[in-house]
C-alpha cells in the first residue's frame, strides 16, 4: 500500500540551529501538507502546497518557516532557526482528491523534533 | 471560528463492549468529515469518513453519524479490541479550499481486558 514516508524519525537540535524534515508523499498525490503535534496535544495544522505554492498557512508558520517541493518526490519543511518551542512531532501528508475538501488525508509516521 | 472539539479526554471501556466517541464542531461550512486514530508515536490512521450530506456511514465495526441541526459526530467502535486502544481525533476541512484540516483534541479509548 502506497504511504507518506518522513526523515527523520527523529533529530535533536540545539536552539538557533536550522532543521529540515523531508518528506515523500505518495506518487500520485496533489496536495501536500505539514502539521505539527506538541506531546500530548492536537494535531495542528501548519500549512498546505499546492500547484508548487502554498495555499495556506498558519500563524504558527511565520518567517522561520519554510517549504520547497524541489523536485517530483520530495516535500520539505525547513524551520531557519529552531526555538524550544519547536519541539514537537511534525506530520507531513499528501491527498489524491481531485478538490482539496473532500477525500482522505494520508499522513506518514512523523519526524520527532527536540529542540535543546 | 473555527473549531472541533471531542468531549471527553479519555474513555475506558471493557473488551467486548461498544464504545461512543463524541465530538462537537462549530463551523456550518464544513461539509465533509473524518475520524483517525493515532497509536503511540504514529501518525493519524484513517478510520472513517462521512459527508455532510449524509447522517450515517458504517464500515468494518465501526459507524460515524452526523447531525448537523446540532454539530455533533460521534465515532461508534462495536465489540472493541485491546488493539482499538489509541487517541481519536474527529477532523473537518476548514471553510478556506485548501484542504486544511482541523482537528480536535482527541480521546484516548483505553480497552481493559
Known amino acids: 500500500e502506497p504511504e507518506v514516508t518522513q526523515t527523520p524519525s527523529h533529530q535533536v537540535t540545539q536552539m538557533g540551529q536550522e532543521v529540515i524534515l523531508r518528506c515523500v508523499p505518495i506518487s500520485n498525490h496533489l496536495y501536500f501538507y505539514w502539521y505539527r503535534q506538541i506531546l500530548g496535544q492536537k494535531v495542528e495544522f501548519l500549512v498546505s502546497?499546492?500547484?508548487?505554492?502554498?495555499?495556506?498557512k498558519s500563524e504558527i508558520f511565520d518567517d522561520q518557516f519554510s517549504v520547497e517541493r524541489p523536485d517530483g518526490s520530495n516535500f520539505t519543511l525547513k524551520i531557519r532557526s529552531t526555538k524550544l518551542e519547536d519541539s514537537a512531532m511534525y506530520f507531513c501528508?499528501?491527498?489524491?482528491?481531485?478538490?482539496?475538501?473532500?477525500?482522505?488525508?494520508?499522513f506518514g509516521e512523523g519526524s520527532r523534533l527536540t529542540v535543546l | 471560528g473555527e473549531n472541533v472539539g471531542l468531549h471527553l479526554p479519555t474513555l475506558s471501556v471493557q473488551e467486548g463492549d461498544n464504545s461512543i466517541i463524541n465530538c462537537a464542531y462549530s463551523?456550518?461550512?464544513?461539509?465533509?468529515f473524518i475520524w483517525y486514530k493515532q497509536e503511540s508515536g504514529k501518525g493519524p490512521q484513517f478510520i472513517i469518513d462521512?459527508?455532510?450530506?449524509?447522517d450515517k456511514r458504517q464500515g468494518q465495526r465501526v459507524t460515524v453519524l452526523l447531525n448537523k441541526t446540532v454539530k455533533h459526530l460521534s465515532l461508534q467502535i462495536a465489540a472493541t479490541q485491546p488493539g482499538d486502544s489509541a487517541v481519536y481525533f474527529c477532523?473537518?476541512?476548514?471553510?478556506?479550499?485548501?484542504?486544511?484540516?482541523?482537528f480536535g483534541q482527541g480521546t484516548t479509548l483505553q480497552v481493559k481486558p
Open positions: 502546497f499546492y500547484n508548487n505554492e502554498i495555499s495556506e
Open positions: 462521512i459527508r455532510s450530506n449524509m
Open positions: 477532523a473537518g476541512y476548514g471553510s478556506s479550499n485548501t484542504g486544511k484540516l482541523i
Open positions: 501528508a499528501s491527498k489524491a482528491a481531485p478538490s482539496a475538501n473532500t477525500g482522505e488525508l494520508f
Open positions: 463551523n456550518s461550512a464544513s461539509d465533509y
